[in-house]
Every structure is written in C-alpha cells, then in structure tokens.
T-cell receptor
Framework: DAGVIQSPRHEVTEMGQEVTLRCKPISGHNSLFWYRQTMMRGLELLIYFNNNVPIDDSGMPEDRFSAKMPNASFSTLKIQPSEPRDSAVYFC???????????FGDGTRLSIL | SQQGEEDPQALSIQEGENATMNCSYKTSINNLQWYRQNSGRGLVHLILIRSNEREKHSGRLRVTLDTSKKSSSLLITASRAADTASYFCATDGGGSYIPTFGRGTSLIVHP
C-alpha cells in the first residue's frame, strides 16, 4: 500500500512568492495533520482535519498560512506571501482517527530566500 | 503544555549495546507513543502505550510507562547501526486526544 505522499519534496523560492504544499493521505484514514519541523521549535502541529473538516487550526502561525482538504484524498497547505522564517520541513500525516498512530509522509523541505 | 520532553538529547553507543531513552510529561495522559525518524524521512510509529498499561514490547523494543512519575522509557536492546535515528515521544491528554511531540533524542549507533 502506498503511504502518505507529499509533493514537492523540495521547494526553493523567493520571499513574497506563494507556496503550495500537497498531501495525499492513506486511503480510508479519517484524520489528517500538517506539521512543521525546525531545529529551533521541533515538530509543531499546524492544523488537524477530521473527515475533511478543519477541527483545530490553533497552530497555524498567522493569516499567511491556509490549509484546505477538498476531499478525503487530497489536502493543501498554502503560504502567501512566504517569508524566510517559513523555511522548514513540512510534514503531512494521516491516521484512522486522532488517537491512532499517525503515518507520516517524507515531508517537503521548504527554503524561502 | 502536554508536550513530552525526551532525555537525553543525544546518545552515542556501540553496536550491540542497549539504548535507553526517557520521556517526561507534565499532566495526565490518555496515551503515549514513540516514533522514530531517520534522517531526511518522516516519522515512523513504533509503539503506543495506554495510560492503564505499564509495559509493552515489540521485537527489540521495550516501552515502560510510570504514570505516578509521569515518565516513559524506550529501551532498544542489542542495538544496530540501522537504529541510528531520532526518537520522539508523543503524548495526548488534558482533554485533547491530539498527540503533542517532544524534541526528540538523537541516537547514533556506531558499527
């Protein structure tokens, strides 16, 4: 079975540009999570979806960040406009429900110049 | 904050030795999970232990949970170079079932 698929794996762009990260969760999983990982702050939960509905977005740093889940097989995380401090590895994870073990994608390494 | 804290931050051992990592947390939990992260990859789930459980095993992994001390340990026996990775604990509790991850322990196993 395919795991969680994220794209792109690497993204380098200039500040001010719009960045869109994509995630395909494991089929049948009802919960989807977006995380950001940096050396300084560790792994931070940005937003959690259940059955395609955003349940907890308290981790989204500011209005420049937005996330959508238009259907059970696709989610996006968008940053507009991007800033150098957004540079990090962004992970998507999915699970059967919020309590069950999460399956992580291999992340998108984002560099904002 | 429910976030667990792993200790030590870094651990370096020789192949064949045992590796022990600890996780401490502040408030009561529902579940505690351990994950592994290899360099450049996503996290991989290892073990979930519930608050009413004291010990779980999976292959060379042994996890203990002491809710009175609000701590857990992950023991890797007979370590291998392939065990080199970062190990994270994740706890949920305090009314939330969404796990919060610690900062991790970086384990290096020298062949």
């Amino acid at each position: 079975d395919a795991g969680v698929i994220q794209s792109p794996r690497h993204e380098v762009t200039e500040m001010g540009q719009e960045v869109t990260l994509r995630c395909k969760p494991i089929s049948g999983h009802n919960s989807l999570f977006w995380y950001r990982q940096t050396m300084m702050r560790g792994l931070e939960l940005l937003i959690y979806f259940n059955n395609n509905v955003p349940i907890d977005d308290s981790g989204m740093p500011e209005d420049r960040f937005s996330a959508k889940m238009p259907n059970a097989s696709f989610s996006t995380l968008k940053i507009q406009p991007s800033e150098p401090r957004d540079s990090a590895v962004y992970f998507c994870a999915s699970s059967w429900d919020r309590v069950q073990p999460q399956h992580f994608g291999d992340g998108t390494r984002l560099s904002i110049l | 904050s429910q976030q667990g804290e792993e200790d030590p931050q870094a651990l370096s051992i020789q192949e064949g030795e045992n590796a022990t990592m600890n996780c401490s947390y502040k408030t009561s939990i529902n579940n505690l999970q351990w994950y592994r992260q290899n360099s450049g990859r996503g996290l991989v789930h290892l073990i979930l232990i519930r608050s009413n459980e004291r010990e779980k095993h999976s292959g060379r992994l042994r996890v203990t949970l002491d809710t009175s001390k609000k701590s857990s340990s992950l023991l890797i026996t007979a370590s291998r170079a392939a065990d080199t990775a970062s190990y994270f604990c994740a706890t949920d509790g305090g009314g939330s079932y969404i796990p919060t991850f610690g900062r991790g322990t970086s384990l290096i196993v020298h062949p």
